[in-house]
C-alpha cells in the first residue's frame, strides 16, 4: 500500500483492545559532536495513554547512568490526534506535511532542548508491500504479535530523512544537519512479547546512499548463521530499491553491546554492497518491558566512503531469563581479575 498521510493518523480499529500500539519513533544524530538523540512515542488509544522516551547520548556505554539526559513518562494522556502530539513533558512532534515533513521541538526542565525540522528524503517503505519488500508476507515480522503468512490490520513504515535544527544540550547548543531514518508502526503488541532479537540497521554516506535493514538474530547462533534479512532498502540517487534475503553478516559484542558489523547486502537489481561497522556512541535503550535494547551511532563505511548510522541490538528477557536466570546457589562460571 501507498504509505500516505492518512497512515500518520490513528490507525486504530473499532474493535481494537488494549494491546493496540500506535508508534512513531525519530532518531537525532549529531555524528561530528558524538551525539545520539531517541525520542519515542507509543499510544495505546484504547486505554487513552500515552508513552513517550527522550535520551540523549554521548559516550559508549552500558548503563543510563552515563545518558547526557533522559526522560521517561508511560502514564501520559494520548493527544487527540496522533498528527499532532503535544506531551506534558515538553515534548511535541507536528506531522507539518505528512509523511514528508515534521516538526519536533522539545524543551525540558534541566535545559535541554531540540528544535529540528524532519523532511523524508523518500517515501515510507512498506515491510509489508511485496512493492516495497520482496520478502513480504513470507519473513518474520519485526512485531512480535505478527507471525509468518499472518493478515491483521498492521504497519510498519520506514523513511529516511534529513533533520536540520538545533540542540542544547548541558547549556552548549549544538547545530543539527544529518540523515537517519524514522519508523511509523501500529497493531497488537502485548508489551511482554516485544523484543524479538534482532538488529536494526542504519547506515548513510549522504542523500545519495543510505540503508536501512530489518535482520533477525539467533544469539545461540555462531557467525555467520545467526542472522538472516527480513526487509530492507537502499535509497541510491534518489531511487529506492528493497533488499533480498541473501545476506552474509556477522556481528561482535561485548555483553548487550554491539563492538562490530561486517555485511554484505544484495538489493533487487542484484547489485551488491559491503558495509562494515564500529561503535561511536551508544547506550541501553528499554524499548519494552521485555525488549533489551542496546542502541549505538556506529562508523560505517561502504565501498570507501565513511558515513554513519544507528543500530539498535535487540535481545528478549525471557530469552536472557532461560539462559541466564540462575537461583543464589548457583555458581555463575564468572572470572573477575
Known amino acids: 500500500m501507498a504509505f500516505d498521510a492518512e497512515h500518520f493518523e490513528y490507525q486504530n480499529p473499532p474493535e481494537a483492545d488494549h494491546l493496540w500500539v500506535e508508534t512513531i519513533l525519530f532518531p537525532i544524530v549529531i555524528p561530528e559532536a558524538n551525539l545520539y538523540t531517541l525520542i519515542y512515542t507509543n499510544v495505546r488509544p484504547s486505554l487513552g495513554v500515552m508513552w513517550n522516551q527522550i535520551m540523549v547520548c554521548g559516550s559508549l556505554t552500558d548503563t543510563r547512568a552515563e545518558l547526557l539526559h533522559y526522560n521517561e513518562n508511560p502514564h501520559l494522556p494520548a493527544p487527540a490526534s496522533f498528527t499532532r502530539i503535544e506531551s506534558p513533558i515538553g515534548l511535541s512532534i507536528d506531522a507539518v506535511d505528512a509523511p514528508r515533513k515534521f516538526r519536533i521541538d522539545y524543551v525540558a526542565d534541566d535545559g535541554t532542548e531540540i528544535h529540528v525540522d524532519w523532511v523524508n528524503l523518500m517515501d515510507p517503505f512498506d515491510i509489508h508491500d511485496p512493492q516495497h519488500s520482496p520478502q513480504a508476507g513470507a519473513a518474520p515480522d519485526i512485531h512480535a504479535d505478527l507471525e509468518s503468512g499472518a493478515h491483521k490490520s498492521v504497519g510498519h513504515g520506514d523513511a529516511t530523512g534529513r533533520a536540520t535544527g538545533t540542540m542544547i544540550v548541558r547549556g552548549r547548543e549544538y547545530v543539527v544537519d544529518s540523515i537517519e531514518r524514522m519508523d511509523r508502526s501500529w497493531g497488537p503488541r502485548d508489551p511482554m512479547k516485544a523484543g524479538k532479537p534482532n538488529h536494526i540497521v542504519s547506515a548513510t554516506f549522504g542523500e545519495d546512499l543510505a540503508f ?34 541473501e545476506l552474509e553478516m556477522t556481528s561482535t559484542h561485548l555483553g548487550m553491546v554491539c563492538t562490530g558489523i561486517d555485511m554484505t547486502v544484495t538489493d533487487v537489481r542484484g547489485k551488491k554492497f559491503r558495509l562494515q561497522a564500529t561503535p561511536n556512541v551508544g547506550a541501553p535503550w528499554i524499548a519494552a518491558p521485555t525488549a533489551m535494547v542496546h542502541n549505538a551511532l556506529m562508523r560505517w563505511t561502504c565501498e570507501g566512503r565513511d558515513g554513519y548510522g544507528v543500530v539498535m541490538s535487540t535481545r528478549h528477557l525471557s530469552e536472557l531469563n532461560r539462559n541466564f536466570g540462575r537461583f543464589q546457589a548457583d555458581t555463575r562460571g564468572l572470572v573477575s581479575v
Open 212 to 245: 536501512h535493514m530489518i535482520c533477525p538474530w539467533n544469539p545461540e547462533a555462531a557467525n555467520p548463521d545467526a542472522f538472516q534479512l527480513s526487509h530492507g532498502y537502499v535509497m541510491e540517487d534518489g531511487e529506492v530499491y528493497g533488499l533480498t534475503d
